[in-house]
């Protein structure tokens, strides 16, 4: 947009707006034109103008001086120039079409990418087809890459905005405070996140090697099964009445016990060698390498949230059986089978299949067998067993 219309749009007189884009506060490709970063870039400055005492031309001689690096990196202010795509494709090694397919994955809005981007961004995958990894697995992992990122920066930016900015204005904090505690709070939250997400990688790394050196050594049977696919138990869990909950209670309400129940299943979930898949609402998809530590932490996680006061009950449904791993997440007819066992589920129980209930009757865990049932989208009868005495 031109400066006139963003003058109006952030409420700032269009000389100030003039005025930053000659220093290069805004606008610093010098193209006449505000977008959406400029944006964020206006609320940059106002906090280091108005709440830290930096004129706007000593702000940005420090800027492009590196004595003041600010919160979201040089990348705010940073005038490199961009690369068209056939230039950005060149320099990534990359056919045209893989950028954009690449891109894409990563959630990038635009291609108006700069050299150093393109260096930083494509190297991996780059290397990654150059090693022989297929095209359609590089850009399954990117596209994990980029939803798992962007997630833990947009968590990040709206916790602080809630539970400081909105908070801390409702008790009547002024204006100038807030700002202050943010720019602490986010001058110290993000060069320790970059810290924390590299010592994660590792360490999820290795346990991800640990779970590839059992599918080798523990299953060599299974040379013969479909490729990509594992052995894994699938649970998946929701809370009963929770739509009635929320109507009832509110959202806010509702959000709150659905914290705390999630803070209890990921305590549990580790002890029981499990993982969280995904959440979707109310519902949890964990995946377990053992159908009896499935059930296990099935029983533990029921006893826990009965402990609680005013938790609603759950209803577990665990199926065990080969499942195609993809770009993070589980799909196959065992996955499939899991998810309806649990829509059969009362409040309060926890549902198996028969190789399930097997494996747990073998750990000592008593199950009764409760018939056989048809189930949307599975094909035969399905024998049903439920866990006794939870």
């Given amino acids: 947009m031109k400066p006139g219309e963003f003058a109006d749009l952030v409420g ?10 000659s220093l290069g506060l805004l606008d610093p490709e010098h193209d006449g034109l505000l977008d959406d970063v400029d944006v964020m870039r206006v609320r940059v400055v106002h906090r280091y103008v108005e709440h830290a005492g930096f004129e706007p031309e000593h702000l940005a001689a420090a800027i492009r001086e590196g004595r003041v690096e600010t919160p979201y990196g040089g990348q ?24 954009r397919q690449l891109a894409a994955a990563l959630g990038l809005q635009s291609l108006n990418l700069s050299a150093q981007d393109i260096e930083e961004l494509f190297a991996v995958p780059r290397a990654a087809r150059d090693a022989g990894l297929p095209w359609g697995a590089i850009v399954g992992v990117t596209r994990v890459l980029g939803d798992s990122l962007r997630r833990i920066a947009e968590s990040q930016i709206r916790a602080v905005h809630v539970h400081i900015h909105e908070r801390q204005t409702a008790e009547g904090v002024s204006q100038e405070e ?20 590299r010592r994660l990688y590792r360490q999820y790394l290795i346990e991800a090697m640990i779970e590839d050196a059992f599918l080798h050594i523990a299953e060599p049977e299974r040379q013969a099964a479909k490729m990509g696919s594992v ?47 995904k959440q979707v609402g109310d519902g949890f998809m964990l995946a377990f390498r053992d159908p009896a530590a499935a059930v296990r932490f099935s029983i533990a996680l029921q006893s826990d949230l009965a402990k609680g006061q005013d938790l609603p009950a759950i209803r577990v449904g665990i199926n065990a059986g080969p499942v195609l791993y993809s770009a993070g997440d589980y799909i196959g007819s065992a996955v499939n089978v899991a998810s309806r066992v649990v829509n059969s ?13 097997v494996a747990a009757d073998k750990a000592g865990i008593e199950v009764e067998e409760l018939g056989v049932r048809m189930m949307r989208g599975v094909d035969d009868p399905l024998p049903l067993y439920r866990v006794k005495a939870v």
């Fill in 12 to 21: 700032m007189p269009l000389e100030t707006v003039q005025r930053y884009c």
């Fill in 76 to 99: 705010l202010f940073d005038a490199a120039p961009s690369l068209d795509s056939d230039e950005a494709a060149a320099q990534a090694g990359l056919e045209p079409d893989e950028l």
């Fill in 178 to 197: 807030v700002e202050r505690q943010i720019v602490g709070i986010e001058q110290t939250l993000i060069p320790l996140t970059e810290l924390l997400l």
């Fill in 231 to 277: 052995e894994a138990t699938i649970a998946f869990f929701d809370i009963a009445s929770f739509t009635t909950l929320a109507e009832a209670a509110g959202d806010d309400a509702a959000m709150r016990v659905l914290d705390r129940i999630d803070t209890v299943v990921r305590l549990l979930v580790v002890d029981h060698g499990g993982k969280v898949v």
């Fill in 345 to 357: 589920a009362m409040p309060g129980q926890i549902l198996l299949t028969e190789p399930v209930a």
